[in-house]
């Protein structure tokens, strides 16, 4: 058999078995499923820095030491989180409305990989799709199959160590096709796609015929108004763009600031690690982040500012942390004014809060639009304004966009998939998590008749054919013998 037909029944074969573990998962409880997802999340957090190493050791991206952190955030982070949540039979009861609402897993879940984020994704999506009473079906991504299935059957281990079957979490195995994947999205016992990955696949995603939840392109600008603690945006900005070297779609990719305050904004950045570039070496950086067909260079993603450079053949101090250009122009052939998963900025200059306002949407309309952006500032009128106006689906103040976007220095949803809302083409504008994998049936009993509803009495209920004076003139020895007579016609002895 070909490696495609192979692939397809590969997949098919998951389907089946995926089913069977959801057949078991739907007669646990809410406490049986919480001390399921809580014992694969200790199983994981156990593991956290060896999948980290393994991640960085097979697909080169990032920093383990910053993957641990990625692993704890999909692991104990993210059950402190949900551990509460009611996803398992009734939910929810209202007496006085006289309704309540019921959990119902979307069943079988297809889940796609990034190799930007392997072991930690993984965990993610096994720990809400289970707390869901869901199973799920990995589709790793090549560049990383070997974490991610590593991490799928630490997972599948844990499972069996609690009481579940191990196909309530599995993943493709080789041969890997396109066409398997293919057959995972399509088919028709699928119930939700989680789609993490380059646009391509998230509009594979959209277009399987299945529903979905894809997320976009980051491309997130930090704006520092002039009131902002100049030094700590800059430590924040540049903490989160080196965080695992920029691999989390959140992270800044631009600063946008006023003329105020530019040479403030700059000297700081320079003091904390940043390197502002010169105008050639810009130029030299700028052609190697963009291919010749206009995406982005991989060799760049998740790579130290000193990797780069020394990749496009310029010299930078050593010691720098993050490489920036002054920039004017906003296209998708600016490859500094798009999103670059690695510790590159784009540094802009406007005259006022205003003129800043419109560059932001500028970069957001040019990608990442509905995705994350950070506004550092003291002036709440001016944050509200920024509120208001912007095209995102998070508004990060005074924090890390890496960090804040996925919940870690914020109150947002720790997650690991974060929704762009409908104009950023997804299906959800939430930080995903396992509400978003549970349909809610609603139970409602009657509370009012259609005459109320019309505004008159309900109808007195039809009175008997004989009247009471009729009823009262029948004797006791009669009613006896009409009943003596019923009986006998009946034969009843």
């Known amino acids: 058999m070909d490696d495609d037909l192979r692939s397809i029944q590969g997949v098919r074969d998951l389907i089946r078995n ?179 990955g380059g646009p391509a696949m998230v509009r594979a995603a959209y277009s399987s015929g299945n529903p979905a939840i894809g997320v976009g392109a980051g491309n997130g600008p930090a704006y520092i108004e002039k009131s902002a603690d100049i030094r700590t945006a800059i430590r924040h900005i540049i903490e989160s763009k080196t965080f695992d070297n920029g691999t989390i779609c959140a992270s800044e990719q631009s600063i946008v600031t006023e003329t105020v305050i530019e040479s403030e904004v700059i000297r700081e950045f320079e003091a904390q690690g940043g390197y502002m570039l010169p105008d050639e070496d810009a130029e030299r950086l700028g052609k190697f982040i963009l291919r010749a067909n206009g995406t982005m260079n991989p060799a760049i993603v998740g790579k130290s500012a000193e990797k780069i450079a020394e990749m496009a053949g310029i010299r930078i101090p050593a010691g720098t942390k993050v490489l920036a250009a002054r920039q004017t122009e906003v296209s ?71 960090l804040g976007g996925t919940g870690a220095t914020t109150s947002l949803p720790p997650a690991l998939t974060l929704g762009c809302g409908s104009v950023g083409k997804s299906s959800t504008s939430d930080n995903i998590t396992p509400m978003n994998l549970i349909n809610i049936r609603r139970v409602a009993y009657g509370i009012k008749e259609l005459d109320e509803l019309r505004g008159s009495p309900p109808p007195e209920a039809p009175r008997p054919a004989f009247s009471d004076a009729a009823a009262g003139s029948v004797s006791r020895e009669e009613l006896e013998d009409i009943v003596r007579r019923v009986l006998s016609r009946l034969d009843v002895r």
Not at 46 to 59: D, G, H, I, S
Not at 80 to 101: L, N, Q, Y
Not at 363 to 372: A, D, R, V
């Open 332 to 402: 998708q052939k600016n490859g500094y004014s798009r999103e670059k998963l690695c510790p590159i900025l784009a540094f802009y200059v406007e005259k006022d809060w205003e003129k800043c306002c419109g560059r932001c949407i500028e970069l957001l309309n040019n990608e990442g639009i509905g995705h994350t952006m950070t506004i550092h500032s003291r002036d709440e009128k001016i944050i509200r304004e920024f509120a208001l106006k912007k095209p995102v689906s998070r508004l990060l103040v005074n924090t890390p966009g890496s």
């Open 18 to 196: 995926s089913e069977k573990a959801l057949e078991v998962l739907s007669g646990w409880s809410a406490g049986d499923i919480d001390r399921l997802v809580k014992g694969v999340m200790e199983a994981c957090a156990a593991r956290a820095e060896y999948l980290a190493k393994l991640a960085v050791e097979e697909t080169g991206f990032g920093k383990w030491e910053d993957k641990v952190l990625k692993n704890m955030l999909a692991g104990p982070i993210l059950w402190e989180s949900i551990k509460d949540m009611k996803t398992v039979g009734i939910i929810h009861e209202d007496p006085a409305a006289k309704c309540m609402e019921v959990a119902v897993p979307v069943g079988v879940i297809a889940a796609l990989v990034p190799s930007t984020n392997p072991t930690s994704t993984v965990i993610y999506k096994s720990l809400i799709a289970l707390k869901g009473a869901n199973t799920i079906i990995f589709s790793p991504h090549p560049n990383a199959r070997r974490a991610i299935r590593t991490t799928v059957e630490l997972i599948r281990g844990a499972l069996t160590a609690n009481g579940a079957p191990a196909d309530a979490v599995q993943v493709i195995g080789e041969p890997l096709t396109m066409e398997a994947t293919s057959e995972l999205l399509k088919h028709r016992r699928v119930g939700l796609i989680l789609a993490t």
